[in-house]
């Protein structure tokens, strides 16, 4: 069953981890859902394998899959915008605008050469990798995601564990009811 974020975003830019075939079901992959319906929900958040959260979302004709929260402080990336930073998409987190890149899950952040110099002189930086990037494949319509099972350690993992899910997550704050 597919979960559609409640917000029923539409998509809004994107660039390519996705490919389109008429072979067979790609091993190890998981079904998310037809590609119609996350084209017309823009953003898509399913549990895959019992153990990870992904946001699945399609931007500018390409589709796209990372874990569902940001690596920095665990915010719902589904509500993030789509933009571009110095050539690159990236999704920019909506709780402390972390901007990462849809094709690697780059962390971005603008750097001043120097604070005293007036005007200001910033550049674009990388991170390095921080959001775990999964690959999107998709089949006569269907989509589906096959996990980045890298052995190396990356920063989003911290909220795909049970613990989180189970603990830190239930233990935010709701929000109070609008009178």
């Not at 899959?65 to 920019?92: K, P, T, W």
Request: charged share 25%.
């Amino acid at each position: 069953m597919i979960k559609m974020s409640s917000e029923g975003e539409t998509s809004q830019t994107s660039s390519s981890s996705s490919s389109s075939s008429s072979s067979p079901t790609p091993s190890a992959s998981h079904f998310i859902g037809k590609k119609e319906d996350i084209v017309k929900a823009g953003r898509v958040t399913k549990l895959v394998n019992g153990c990870r959260d992904v946001l699945v979302l399609y931007h500018q004709g390409q589709l796209h899959a990372m874990d569902m929260r940001c690596y920095h402080s665990g915010g719902a990336l589904q509500y993030g915008d789509i933009e571009e930073f110095n050539g690159r998409l990236c999704i920019v987190c909506p709780w402390h605008k972390y901007k990462i890149t849809l094709a690697e899950g780059e962390g971005l952040y603008q750097a001043v050469d120097d604070p005293t110099a007036k005007p200001l002189r910033t550049h674009w930086c990388s991170k390095g990798v921080k959001q775990r990037i999964h690959k999107v494949t998709e089949v006569n319509g269907d989509v589906y995601v096959t996990l980045n099972n890298s052995s190396e350690t990356i920063e989003s993992d911290v909220y795909q564990t049970e613990k989180y899910r189970t603990v830190l997550l239930k233990a935010q704050p709701k929000p109070k009811p609008k009178k």
